[in-house]
């Protein structure tokens, strides 16, 4: 999202390209903050909603950062949630809250996004990575500027795939498998017996092409591996390449199906029915559970005789008082879909044994699903 900031500065009226990949709009007031700035005086002008834009050392305002972090992270007693629901409502509020004040903080860049200041260090290819080429200089959040580069360093080192005995290269803005529990269901559900005539698979919504390879180096000789968004694509495609699968994996741009019929469908969708509050949230949240009412209504429709689909979701929201058990059976079934069998697997991630986690009991009871469907003309023939 790029648009323009404006300030004042050294007697004389300044502006700059703005750059937000979360979407956050350009700030309307903008001071100017060096090394005297104290964290208590930046924390409540963040809070105010006045952006701090930086001209001292680079570390120092990186301290200044971290400051402004435990201060925000300073839970005043509130009264205690009435549901579950309630408490995600709250913890999701709280932490956009906490973004945007955080966000205040601004970094200038040269037009080669290098950084004019003291002690900067050199983050030219994570910004060109996010952000593509620049023409002119530009401003943007310090806090941005670190989640880019942490995003940098997971796309050089990649994620280790146990099944795949190699790495996964997600790109600024695509999923990361760093949830192995999905992508180990999908290395060890049985395989459909509609392969053997018709060795056809779609990966919908691919993402970083993790279950496109896992699928692929499992036997199956044509994947189909769709997805909507462009970094994904090109993140799909590098990796797909990188792993020697290109004879069998096929990434294609589509709105969730491609065009024909598949013995196997596999969607791993957001797993919470929420609205995401910034373009990177897309994979995390599904807003009125629409990608995976899209996957359930048109499976039947795509998949060959004896075929089925594999829908791949946590049931945290079950645990949230997001989605109920039973909505999403009967979203199987007014989809025409029957329900094979399922296999279960318990995370493993940090927050699970983080009991300072507002939403840790949720967490704790998480169960992450395969679901085996196929359509019930099929089952009846």
Known sequence: MNSVIHWHEAGRDCSAVWRSESGMPAPRRVVIADDRMRADAAYRLACEGTALLWRGDFQNARQLLNAMARRADRKPKKASPSSPAEAFHLYRQARSQRARTLAMLLIPFNADHSIPLSRAPDMR??????????????????????????????????????????????????????????????????????????????????????????????????????????????????????????????????????????????????????????????????????????????LASHLEENGEGWLILSDLAEHLGLRSRAELLDMMDRAGLAVLGKLDAKPHHPKVSDASDALHEARKAETTSLWRLAAKISTNN
């Not at 620049?134 to 099944?163: C, D, M, N």
């Not at 993140?235 to 294609?252: D, K, T």
């Not at 024909?260 to 995390?284: F, K, M, T, Y």
């Open 125 to 298: 290819c994570a910004c060109a990575e996010a952000y593509g080429p620049a023409k002119e200089p530009y401003v943007a959040s310090l806090r941005e500027l670190l989640g880019l580069t942490g995003a940098h360093e997971w796309r050089k080192s990649g994620v280790q795939i146990p099944f795949l005995n190699s790495r996964i290269h997600p790109h600024y803005g695509v999923f990361s498998p760093v949830r192995g529990e999905y992508v180990d269901l999908v290395a060890k559900a049985p395989l459909p017996d509609a392969l053997k005539t018709h060795p056809v698979a779609f990966d919908i919504g691919t993402g970083t092409g993790v279950l496109a390879a896992v699928l692929a180096r499992r036997g199956i000789k044509r994947v189909i591996a769709t997805d909507q968004d462009q970094r994904a694509l090109i993140s799909a495609r590098e990796n797909i390449e990188r792993l020697g699968l290109n004879a069998q994996v096929e990434i294609a741009e589509a709105d969730l199906f491609p065009e024909g019929r598949a013995s196997l469908a596999v969607c791993n969708p957001p797993w919470v029915p929420a609205r995401p509050a910034s373009p990177l949230e897309h994979a995390i949240y599904d807003p009125e559970n629409r990608m995976l009412k899209g996957f359930l209504n048109g």
